[in-house]
Structure formats: C-alpha cells, structure tokens
C-alpha cells in the first residue's frame, strides 16, 4: 500500500524527468507546490500517468508498494480541475478520490492539500467512517463541496442523502488500490458511485495487482484506457535513466515503466 505520507516518494528510485519538464506543461502553482514539497524528479509512474491524464487520457496502472503513485493521480487532477473552473459553485462536484480505508483516504488528503490550495475558491472534503453521517452532511450544506476524497461506503452514504450535490460538471473520478477496494467488498457500492457521474470524465484506476475483477470494474469505468505498468527491476538490468535516485532513497531496485492502449 502506498503510504501516501508528505514524502510518498521517497522510497522511490527516481526517473531523469523533471516535473518542469513533462508536457503537457504543469501550471506554476503547482509546480511550486512540488518544489516546496522537495520535489524535483518524477518516479517513473509519475512521469509516465501525469502526462496522459494531463492529456484527458483514461489509465489502468499497475504499480507496486513505493511507486509514488499518490501523486501520479494528485497532480494532473489538480490541472485537470484548474482547466475546468476557476470559480466552482459550493456544492459543484467536480473530482472523487476513492480509497479502500479511512487511513489511506486522510493520508491523501493531506498529501493533496497543499495542491488543492492552488485552486481558487477551491473545497475539497475528507469523507470517511469513524464519525457521524449527519455531521458530514451538515458540513457540506454549509460549506460545500468540491472535490471528495473517502471511502466507498462513506461516500454513498453521502450520495444517497445528498440531492443537492451538482455531478453535472464532474471532471476526474480516481479509483485508488482498486483490487483492495474490490477484496474488501465494495463492488456495489462502486458501481452505484460510477453510474451516478457523467461518463464524458477522465477515469484514474490504479491498482498493485491486475485481477480478473479488477479487469472488469477497468471495462465498466474507463473509456479506451491507456495501461501503464510499473515494475520492479533486478539490479544488474536496470536502465540508466531510471535508476537516478533522491538522497534519502532506500530502494536500491530500480523501477520500468511499459505503457500500452487498452482494447
């Protein structure tokens, strides 16, 4: 799993791509953001999702424990978000992180946070279990809701209760660790979550193990998906260009990075 702390890369082995160097081009805030976050080089998952989400690409990606993979979805939602509206009404949801546990889910809101806060007038909510439904939905009414990040159950709860929650402009849905989300029983509820988003969105589905459910819940939320798979190399075959890595790496492997188009 992920760990999604405010340093999710850095047991990573590293790529040669900047951030300031992929392409499409990352806005200024966010870039900054990456800076004053010690960011500099992408991993390998990073720089090969960021772009094609950044494009309006939907991506299945496989990626292993360390892979820096919280912000391969974080940063290209943010453009994605930032392109859409530069002023979101209160209760216009736009994006929807999904995890499978309130741990997971509270540490990528936290590492999202100060990405978030380069959008203007921007309210992003953590929605997880552990605390009343009610509470949250008094939250929301009164200070709306742009972006939701959660668990499964805690989020249809909210949607179930919620009519005025406006799907009409939704952008991005994200499905994190999607083979636990599915281990763990969510199904229903992840079909019930899809089937209420507009289908003309970018989709962000990221996985350490490719399942045959897995694959299917890949079929009934991506449009014509690019697959991208991270994974580890053995010392003596790594590429060069992957294998530049941070001072306090420490992950000695290497990491590969395949991409192909999905039929």
Do not use: W
């Amino acid at each position: 799993m992920d760990t999604a702390s405010p340093y999710p890369c850095a047991n990573s082995a590293l790529s040669n791509t900047r951030f300031f160097d992929l392409k499409p081009p990352l806005s200024e805030p966010v870039l900054q953001a990456l800076t004053e976050g010690g960011f500099d080089f992408c991993t390998p998952v990073q720089a090969a999702t960021i772009p094609l989400l950044c494009s309006f690409k939907d991506v299945a990606v496989d990626a292993a424990t360390g892979s820096g993979k919280t912000l391969a979805f974080v940063v290209p939602l943010v453009e994605i978000l930032r392109r859409a509206s530069t002023n979101p009404k209160p209760h216009q949801v736009m994006g929807m992180i999904i995890s499978p546990t309130r741990e997971l889910s509270s540490q990528i809101y936290n590492v999202a946070k100060p990405f978030i806060s380069t959008l203007p007038n921007f309210k992003c909510v953590l929605l997880v279990g552990g605390g009343q439904v009610k509470a949250d939905v008094k939250l929301i009414q009164e200070e709306g809701a742009n972006l939701l990040i959660g668990t499964p159950g805690r989020l249809y709860d909210i949607m179930e209760r919620m009519d005025s929650l406006d799907l009409r402009n939704f952008e991005i849905l994200i499905l994190d660790e999607a083979d636990r989300l599915l281990d763990m029983g969510f199904q229903k509820q992840l079909t019930d979550i899809i089937s209420r988003v507009p289908k003309l969105r970018r989709t962000g589905l990221f996985s350490a193990t490719q399942t045959e459910a897995v694959e299917e819940l890949a079929r009934a939320g991506l449009r014509n998906p690019v697959r991208v798979e991270v994974r580890a190399e053995s010392k003596s075959n790594k590429d060069s260009a992957l294998s530049q890595q941070s001072a306090s790496s420490k992950t000695p492997s290497g990491l590969a990075i395949e991409a192909c188009s999905l039929t």
